[in-house]
């Protein structure tokens, strides 16, 4: 029997894990003795999620190491043992523990480290980078002590890091060198939308700033100098400004590196050296370092099929697209985002109030997709790559592929079903559709999370995983299987199911949900979700013990977060009908505690500016005049919109504004899968914009239309009519009925516009349940809503009269001290957040204290 080769992998990151696993699959270990050096004192865990770490999950729930897979694979493994030296004449590899080790051939997978800028100070106490699990340790630790964190780079990584500050309970900045976050990834107008985004989540957004020192007291960090002349305070700062590929121990024994750095590669990314390989970060090919993962696993696929002697595979670069959720915001930059192609032509659509921005990059006769950038809405990004890596021609109107479909003409789109086997489905562990398919129709797959497991596809960055679950469905229906719609990989349910298992076996807190029908923690998917169903169920306040932890900011402090961090109030104003006196009430306030006014579209006023320390004070002077929370906060009832009907209109036909304040009073706080809005026009002429609407009711010399569905935003719907000539004891029947049964339905974030499009039988099926109680559930449904009408409380109210809520409204975890960053100035007789370039000029006159 021929004696086994030593084959050294020098790094255990996820590279260098791929790399090993790759072997594995392919029965290297016959032929190979693996061998790997791992200096940090744990094997490879997943960097891409790392700031999962600080919302609950261990070090082990990273791992990307399956318990038992080294050493049932007679993988030899030296944890906490770096490789220091190799001596290419004598082919060995020296380590700091004193170990020496004979190879036969090296991978080189040694990753990268993070760049610090050679600033005055950066080696003062309360300054880290954020790399490796003991990075995240040590911010943790020193986070107790401090008020204000910054993280210096608005990049990936450092929207990452500034995400961990916040949820830490620091107040929290990013300060970025270039003109906008993202450099990389996206232009200034994607930029422009992801900074209001993000400042919205309460981070200050620095850019353009060029950090000169940093100063200290007391040997710790006190603040920040700009080269501007500007500065900051501060009491910890996290550098996120970049990598260097990690090649001293290449330098150290000869092998070629780049001017700037790197590890030279070839095609089959051997080095200078024919019997070293480099690849991940370390690895430099044709004098581009790739600091994505998805390339360092295609190097690490190149090599194990070369040492498995398959020599068709080769290395000649790597697609840098990728799709991430940035502090919640969805950013996506694939192809040729900046249309550097000559001829290149764009298609961007920019809707500031949304809060999205998407741009298209087409050749020059628009055909062709080279590229594109997606933020604040990335649900087209699977989609528009694969326009993007197959070369499908685009249809004739491009835009489509971004905007509602035109009058009386199909959604533009492009099914899995159209993609050719070879499309690259999954880019970080490059999975095709036909590898996918194969594994779902050969081993019975039917759910999303065993085709990961088995294929990889999805494991990485996870932008891919709607392509997956689209091709799951695909495949089942076409294998006559039934589809399930399971909400996430801790639930086996669909939302609709989740409803019932919560109303049937009275089940009132997520834990309990969890422990007897799902597994492990939880997620962000789930947690709101479930949030939402148990307070459509059960009603309970919001802030109780049993929904803490599962809602958004705004639920979570009863208020609507604005882009510097203060919050909006809006109470509830039935009808859009308000008396004098709760007029004045209102300018009272406002007067008071100097905020920013506004009436909004469906007929409230709203109250910009508010302090989180403010607003119990707020809702104390509100409630004690008559209002009532808007929950324009919640998902739930927001306005049933009226005109002045037949009180006041000479075209109006019944009193719409009776109908409307009564519907409001009714639904009000009915929490839902996504908002609902509403409107009661007193006549045809529609003044309220009824058929706009959720649901809207339209007065008729008869009695009432019913129309449900419609939808505003980004993709516009008419409502479609229910019921007509309705009097108005069975209009509010049918819309018990019909919100409950959305309610039961629909899926989690889906409006109803969304809901009833999928609905099969459409208006026709929806006439049969809610009209004529074709599944015997019209009472039932009925019933429900009434419990729920019965059992409201003001959520502002219930709050104000718990002193253990109240302790959660003020701005810093170990302060009662107010935010002392947030900066004014008046236009049209009115404060608003000033924009970084006027806050330079305001400086301290306006400032909060």
């Known amino acids: 029997m021929t004696a086994k080769k030593n084959l050294i992998v020098i790094g255990n990151g996820m590279v260098g894990h791929k790399f090993l696993e790759l072997m594995i699959a392919k029965g290297a270990t016959q032929e190979w003795n693996l061998i790997t050096f791992c200096e940090e004192p744990r094997v490879a865990y997943d960097r891409v999620n790392l700031s999962g ?33 190799i001596d290419r004449e004598q082919k060995t590899v020296s380590s700091a523990n004193g170990l020496t080790v004979p190879y036969d051939k090296i991978v080189l997978a ?108 007391d040997g710790k960090i006190a ?47 051997q080095t200078s050296d024919s019997e070293i390989y480099a690849i991940g970060e370390c ?7 790739y600091g994505l993962v998805a390339p360092g696993y295609t190097m690490a696929g190149v090599v194990a099929d070369l040492l498995n002697n398959v020599t068709t595979n080769s290395f000649t670069g790597a697609d840098m697209s990728t799709k991430l959720k940035l502090l919640g915001v969805d950013v996506a930059s694939f192809g040729d985002a900046f249309a550097r192609t000559p001829g290149a032509r ?30 604040g809405d990335a649900s087209a990004y699977g989609t528009l790559l694969q326009f993007v890596q197959n070369a499908i021609t685009l249809p004739p109107y491009p835009e489509d592929l971004l905007m509602p479909p035109r009058e009386g003409a199909p959604v533009a789109k492009m099914g899995v079903e159209s993609l050719p086997d070879t499309a690259q489905i999954c880019s970080c562990n490059n999975v095709s559709k036909g590898q996918i398919c194969t594994a779902i129709r050969e081993q019975n797959l039917t759910d999303v999370p065993t085709i990961k497991k088995c294929t990889k596809a999805g494991t990485g960055c996870g932008g891919c995983v709607p392509l997956v679950t689209d091709l799951l469905k695909s495949e089942m229906k076409k294998a006559g299987i039934e589809v399930k719609n399971h909400l996430c990989e801790h639930f086996a349910y669909s939302r609709q199911e989740l409803y019932h298992l919560v109303r049937v076996h009275q089940i009132k807190t997520f834990d309990e949900l969890i422990q007897k029908h799902g597994q492990g923690r939880g997620c962000e998917i789930c947690k709101p979700a479930v949030a939402s169903i148990l307070a459509s169920t059960w009603n309970e306040h919001v802030l109780e013990k049993s929904l803490v932890g599962l809602q958004d900011t705004n639920d979570y402090y009863l208020a609507n977060i604005q882009r510097d961090g203060t919050y909006s109030v809006v109470p509830r104003v039935p009808g859009g009908e ?86 409001e009073l009714r639904y009000r706080g009915l929490r839902s899968p996504h908002k609902l809005k509403s409107a009661v026009s007193g006549c045809t002429r529609e003044c309220a914009e009824a058929q ?74 929806l006439k049969q349940v809610i009209i004529h109680d074709s599944l015997g559930i019209g009472a039932e449904l009925e019933q429900e809503m009434q419990y729920l009408v019965n059992t409201y409380q003001c959520e502002w109210k219930t709050t104000i009269e718990n002193p253990e809520k109240l302790q959660r409204f003020r701005h810093f975890v170990n302060s009662d001290e107010s935010d002392p960053n947030l900066v004014y100035v008046e236009e049209r007789g009115q404060k608003r957040p000033a924009k970084e370039q006027e806050k330079l000029l305001v400086g301290n006159v306006n400032q909060i204290n």
């Open 53 to 85: 770490y600080f919302s609950g999950k261990t070090a082990a729930d990273l791992s990307l190491v399956e318990p038992g897979l080294y050493q049932e694979n007679g993988i030899q493994i030296h944890i906490g043992d770096k490789a220091v030296a």
């Open 692 to 765: 706009s609407k959720d649901f809207g009711i339209i007065a008729t010399e008869k009695g009432w239309n019913l129309y449900v569905c419609g939808n505003g935003g980004m993709k516009p719907q008419h409502a479609i009519l229910l019921a007509e000539d309705i009097d108005k004891e069975t209009l509010i029947k049918y819309l018990d009925r019909f919100l409950m049964f959305y309610i039961r339905t629909a899926d989690r974030l889906e409006r109803t516009a969304t809901w009833f499009n999928k609905l099969e039988g459409g208006i026709d099926y």
């Open 578 to 663: 308000i008396t004098p006196d709760k007029l004045i009430v209102l300018g009272q306030v406002a007067q008071e505690f100097g905020l920013y006014t506004k009436i909004t579209g469906g007929q409230r006023i709203d109250l910009f500016g508010a302090r989180v320390e403010q607003l119990p004070h707020i809702w104390q002077r509100l409630v004690d005049a008559g209002f009532e929370s808007g929950h324009a906060y919640g998902k739930a009832l927001r306005t049933v919109k009226s005109c002045v009907g037949s009180t006041w209109c000479r075209f109006g036909v019944q009193d719409s504004t009776s109908l409307a304040i009564e519907l």
């Open 283 to 289: 690895a430099l090919y044709k004098n581009r370092i």
């Open 346 to 375: 764009e298609i961007a659509i920019t809707d500031t109030v949304q809060g999205i921005y998407k741009k298209l990059v087409l050749n020059e006769d628009s055909t062709r997709l080279l590229g594109g950038i997606l933020v």
């Open 223 to 269: 603040k920040m100098l700009f080269a501007d002349g500007s500065e900051l305070e501060t009491d910890m700062i996290v550098f996120s400004t970049g990598i260097r590929p990690r090649d001293e121990l290449a330098r150290s024994c000869g092998l070629e590196v780049g001017e700037r750095g790197g590890i030279v590669i070839n095609d089959y990314c």
């Open 110 to 217: 040694t990753g990268s480290s993070p760049f610090v800028p050679p600033i005055k100070g950066n080696e003062i106490s309360g300054a880290f980078v954020y790399r490796t699990i003991e990075d995240l340790e040590e911010i943790s630790a020193y986070a107790k002590n401090c008020k204000v964190g910054v993280v210096i780079g608005g990049g990936l990584l450092g929207l990452e890091a500034a995400n961990a500050l916040k949820a830490m309970g620091l107040q929290t900045h990013v300060v970025e060198f270039a003109s906008r976050l993202m450099p990389v990834q996206i232009d200034d107008a994607g930029g422009a939308i992801l900074r209001s985004k993000i400042e919205a989540l309460g981070v200050s957004v620095h850019t353009s700033k060029s950090t000169s020192q940093i100063v200290s007291e």
